[in-house]
């Protein structure tokens, strides 16, 4: 599995290469992007694991781009984290208020910065190196999925949408929000393509019996669940 794919959002070209090697050397992938609509066409290609966001860039600030962001459910569960040399209470204040998990003032320590990120991603689920959904098992570090202790052999793209389902059980997701979800924003494929990858994922599941776990859910989507 990838390392988690951090978004710095940042002008100072200087600051941003700073903060992509503390990341890089802590085994984060790094993207970058020097202004708000570069990182949505950054954040439309791929949906980061979590994004670090400058709060004056130019143009369109950084509290904005944080407002769009928790408005749009394709970024509303990204964990953000606000870096600014900003300081005074009322502005730690205004950016938790417009959805930012956590605010690092400038200068600021690599260490606490990976430290910081370590954290939103353990609260936000996305650093678990296993997950376990009945019999079925995804191991992140290693890119393999087993059932019942056998491994099951998937394509890329099955494995990231079974990646996906597990790491979000029990919810129902249409399949125009399994495009964005799994494919990105930025890929132009047709809905049916969906149904496609879910056909082969059951199948590559029904030798193991776990083909029961992905729940077509008529008129709505498909959900991922144990329960019957």
Not at 31 to 38: L, N
Not at 186 to 214: F, M, N, P, S
Request: aromatic share 6%.
């Amino acid at each position: 599995m990838p390392a988690n794919d951090i978004l710095i959002v940042e002008d100072e070209p200087a600051i941003r290469a700073m903060v992509a090697m503390a990341l890089e050397r802590a085994d984060f992938a790094v993207r970058e992007a020097g202004d708000v609509p570069a990182a949505e066409r950054a954040i439309a290609d791929r949906r980061p694991d979590l994004i670090l966001l400058d709060w004056m860039l130019p143009g369109t600030s950084g509290i904005e781009l944080a407002r769009r962001l928790r408005r749009d459910e394709y970024t509303r569960d990204v964990p953000i984290l606000m870096l600014t040399a900003r300081a005074e209470e009322d502005d730690r204040v205004r950016g938790l208020d417009v959805g930012c998990d956590d605010y690092l003032t400038k200068p600021f320590s690599p260490r606490e910065l990976v430290a910081r990120i370590k954290a939103l991603l353990r609260r936000s689920g996305q650093d678990d190196a296993t997950l376990v959904v009945g019999s079925l098992r995804l191991d992140t570090l290693a890119h393999r999925v087993s059932a019942n202790g056998a491994p099951v052999e998937l394509g890329p793209t099955e494995y990231r949408l079974l990646h996906f389902f597990m790491a979000h059980p029990e919810r129902v997701y249409s399949r125009a929000q399994l495009l964005d979800m799994v494919w990105g924003r930025g890929a132009y494929v047709e809905e049916r393509t969906v149904d496609v990858h879910i056909r082969r994922l059951r199948k590559a599941l029904e030798t193991h019996q776990c083909d029961h776990l992905v729940q077509t859910v008529r008129g709505a989507g498909y959900r991922f669940s144990a329960q019957a």
